[in-house]
């Protein structure tokens, strides 16, 4: 049996030069806070500087820092190193404090330290991108690239490369052995239709062709492979992009399993350093935020209590993390506790709800206790709002998809929560709407997403629309 064939990933000059520059900015940065009253001897200063490198190195190398970034917005990349830094300044005061060495350093000179490290990263990476940027626009490092199969796919991989001039791809034009009366019209902008499969071949062969995408539905295995057979006799990169389009994508990444590659169709986006960042900003924000709500849940608390009968809180069942039962805390705002096989959800004018429920529910202060969820682990500040468990089980089986929402932590708030689709759930088309918007998030997020759905909120939250 032969051995599997394995794909390797090499250390690129781009990779090396991101090493050695945050290398550079953790010493730059630490010699900057010696002017700022660190007192310590070289020798201290030296090891100080060796062992922040190895801690960020180790965060980043398990972070995914120094992979591709082709294709990926410079935000992310920002983010994705400041998310490093963070969780390894987490490391390094341990450390420091287990060996008695924080003593050495005054607080000025660590936050010197702490703040000037992550800002040079920021500049060299931005530098670094815009540098390499302009160097591909004047024609240098630059590679053509040919696509193969005239359809849909072909044409927004065309147009995702354009959008992204810094990877530095020059067109060719796309080759098909079908003549052009039975495949769809290629869009102008995006070049022509320049010949068969042997045409593309010889001009491979010739080396005016560097990079090649084949386009072609994975069902087409045949051509595919004859394709394939046919391009191995040149030296131009070749790649399969698969028609994944046609299913309903939630958040894909490449793995391997020993050496064999795999991709995931339904996939959270919080694995590695995006989840320890986001569960970061949950712990930092969400103890902030109930730190200074602590006094107006005191009067809330005390206001529910004396108007009307029953228990301050409402704890509900509800799906959390991979569909798991969690149980969310609310302020009562209803005369009953209801928490059965039959959701009932809240209506215009409803008679269940007590008179201070009517204010905390049009002012969303009912669901300041979920600050509790966020700072246990159970919930997140943003993220899909999680449904009663009988409204999970009726519409998962009306709505495809509906259980992947259940990919990342609820939240307090969402992105459907701030585009509309707050409030009561009636039909079935809201309910899509709002799964909508779940989806979205979950493939598209960010750090900076959940911040700017953070200040929505408070817009909405003020505006008071669809909270009865």
Known sequence: MSAPQLIHQHLSLRGLWYRIADALCIVLGLMISLQRGLTTTANLYVTVAAVAIVVFYVVAEA?????????VSINRELFGALACWGCSLAVLLTLGFLTKHTSHFSRISMVTWFVVTPAMMIVARTAARAALRGLRLLGYNTRTFAIVGVNELAFQLARNIEATPEMGLSPAGFFDDRPPRRTPKI?????????TIPDLVA?????EIDRIYITFPMRAEDRIRGVLD???DTTASVYIVPDFFVFQLLHSRWTDIHGLPVVSVFETPLYGIDGLAKRLCDLVFGGLILLLAAAPMAAIAAAVKFTSPGPVFFRQRRYGLDGR???VCKFRTMKVCEDGARAVQAVRDDPRVTRVGAILRKTSLDELPQLFNVIGGSMSLVGPR???NALNEEFRARIGGYMLR???KPGITGLAQVNGARGETDTPDKMEKRIEFDHCYI??????MDLKIMLKTVVVVFSGKNAY
């Open 63 to 71: 972070g995914g820092l120094y992979r591709s970034w082709r294709g």
């Open 187 to 195: 869009p102008p902008e995006l070049g022509g239709h320049l010949g």
């Open 203 to 207: 001009k491979a062969r010739r080396g």
């Open 230 to 232: 046919k391009l191995g």
């Open 325 to 327: 039962e969690i149980r």
């Open 386 to 388: 999680p449904h009663p």
């Open 406 to 408: 259940h990919k990342v």
């Open 443 to 448: 493939r598209e997020w960010s750090l900076w």
